[in-house]
């Protein structure tokens, strides 16, 4: 196989699975995860079922790699609206609002991708995770971390805090309420990053 074709292949792959990613964060938006099959995502994005097969073990890997597509894309997003690359205050604080906005605008998937990391397979490894958490990592070292990767696991699980609250059935936590504690903690302005509508919430 030549040099080209074999870049062109890999290109058809990337967007196979791209594809599958995409439909797979779609349907579960719609359906929830129980009532989304392997075949019904397969047929969305316009694909072979086995092709399925071949990127993902099973359909909770599937749904893991399809939400940390969608949170590496938003916060990617997010980041390169960002007028001043200089200020890694405010690169942190587009982080936390990126992934907290996340949790508002596509709540049923993020549920589903919070459950599925207490299940027994846990939090999964993948290409589209791993780029999120190199994003996050650099957003933590722009900050002004000496120690990024270790800081970048704190912030990841203060993250997950925070959105399990945004979640939790019959007693979620205002997302300002949450979005304030988090720029307390790491000292950012309220009006850092994409404040939310309104005056920040009062402490009592």
Known sequence: MSPRSASVNEELRRRSRERLLQATVELIGERGYEATT??????????????????FPG????????????MH????????????????????ARAIDAILSLTSTHTKVMRVHMAGILQAEGFIQCPEQQQLAALLEQSVARYGSGHATEDYRLLRALLMGAVVALLLPGAPMPLASL???LFQ???????????????PPVRR
């Open 38 to 55: 392997l075949a019904d995502i397969a047929d969305r994005a316009g694909a072979a079922r086995g092709l399925v097969s071949y990127y």
């Open 59 to 70: 359909k909770r890997p599937l749904v893991q790699s399809a939400v940390h597509r969608l």
């Open 73 to 92: 894309m938003t916060l990617s997003a997010a980041l390169d609206s960002q007028q001043d690359l200089s200020d890694g205050h405010d690169a942190l």
């Open 179 to 181: 979005r304030l504690e």
């Open 185 to 199: 903690r790491y000292g950012l302005d309220w009006q850092l990053g994409m404040p939310p509508q309104g005056e």
